[in-house]
């Protein structure tokens, strides 16, 4: 039986909808598409964790004299502190040092010590520089013990993430929540950034192989990563859309018995 004008417009339609919907979803689900040889070298950013106010420090000290060096390292492990904080969720007990409004933390013997705004290498230094006439050749370690993500979105399994160690980029982060799903916007996700009274906000576009280049890579105690939804999921969630099925179904039906009638 031979096709009539009108059943050629409908099958076009669908066809031409079919295509533009594949080739745009590929494009947009592919991360940093721009890397396409396997031997690609990428600059990257050398960057290295600032600690922040209300920070917790893990400062462990050691040396030739262990009850001196014992009396910094008695906070990391306050029993009375951890029973506070029993049945908190995903939650580190208030150990340590904490970092407080005037971007110092208080040392035994010492006093105040500038900590806010300097790297873990680097704060490291100046405590073992003030301790070297009370201790002989000190070694200072210092970890930040409340170090969290969140990650919020289409993401497999949204949620605040503690991290075990100092330095954590935005990829290795959305992998703490199990990546985006299919229909999370890979080209816009957001980067919320809360320092003291000021909040910084970034557009990443996991697309971009550029977006690995910058110090905004790297993410910082209390980061929040929001992924948005995509066009299409944002689009099915529209009355008008969800009855798109419907509306063509229906047009190709009256089409059909349009023709029929004609004949």
Known sequence: MKLTKPYWQ?????????????CNTYEKLVYFGGINNS???INTIDFETKIKVDDQLY??????NLELSA??????????SSNMQQGATQGNPVLGYLVEKDSTIILPKIGKIQAANLTINELENSIAKSLSSM?????????????KV????????PGTFNVPYNKINFLQALGLAGDLNITGNRSNVLLIR??????????????????IKNEFCWMQNGDVLYVEPNSQKRNSSN??????????????????LLNNFKK
């Open 10 to 22: 409908v099958i076009a339609l669908l066809v031409v909808m079919y295509l533009t919907t594949s």
């Open 59 to 64: 400062v462990f000290v050691s040396s030739n």
């Open 71 to 80: 009396t910094y390292n008695l906070p990391n492990f306050s029993v009375a």
């Open 39 to 41: 031997n690609t070298s």
């Open 194 to 211: 809360t320092n003291g009274i000021n909040t910084i906000t970034r557009r990443i576009n996991l697309n971009d192989t550029n977006s």
């Open 150 to 157: 969140t990650i919020l979105g289409d993401v497999k399994n």
């Open 239 to 256: 009355t008008l859309y969800q009855s798109w099925p419907l509306i063509i179904s229906t047009t190709t039906l009256i089409i059909l």
């Open 135 to 147: 201790l002989k050749d000190p070694i200072v370690h210092v970890r930040i013990i409340n170090f």
